[in-house]
């Protein structure tokens, strides 16, 4: 696809979605980097609107006590994603977002791209349960995870020294209920690749960028 013939394309909406542990974050990251080196006009670029970032900015700003008040906050929160989603779709032809999605916010998305005029296009990742809780454990036990994923009680700027004390660790079969129950293996929203990352060296990552480019150039 060349940068002329994207820069006549209309707004695209990239989602990266699945199951916790599947690596949406860094394929979210790999698409938006390759859009912007090899497909958009110079110059231009893609916005990434990250649910959690925008869970993680209300949890430092106000903490929660216990889980009614982090479930009032994740409501808000959605809230908060609809309106930078929304912001990003007015100043960009691309926009690139990815969490664990499901029927809480299918509805949402399809709204924001009937209201802006943008193509949904959806990467679903998928990966065996058992190899999913393996990799959302040790997600969850490095430093770099916000800690108010892993607590039901959260003050602003709490550290947590040791990880494996947390009280909202997800257990196997928690991960496997929520999966069912959510649908985080079958969301989908406009044209839809899955991608099975059991085994990451297996992956065909090129293979995976040439589709979101053909289906920009579509």
Known sequence: MSRSEASQAGGTLILVAGPPGTGKSWMARLVLRHLEDH???????????SLDQVKEGLWDRLGFSGPQEKALLDREALKE???????????????????PF??????????????HGFTPLTVRLVADTDVLYERQRHRDLETSRHPGHLLTSYRPGQVLFDRTEADALVSREELARRCAERGYSSF?????LEVDVSDLDAVSYPAVLAWVEE????
């Open 102 to 115: 499901s029927t809480r916010q299918h509805d949402l998305l399809s709204r924001l791209c009937c209201q």
């Open 39 to 49: 497909v958009l006009a110079p110059g231009e670029r893609c916005q990434q609107v």
């Open 81 to 99: 994603y609809e309106r930078a989603l929304g912001a990003a779709m007015g100043h960009s032809r691309v926009v690139v977002s990815d969490y």
């Open 188 to 192: 989908t929203l406009g044209q839809t």
């Open 215 to 218: 289906q920009l150039r579509g």
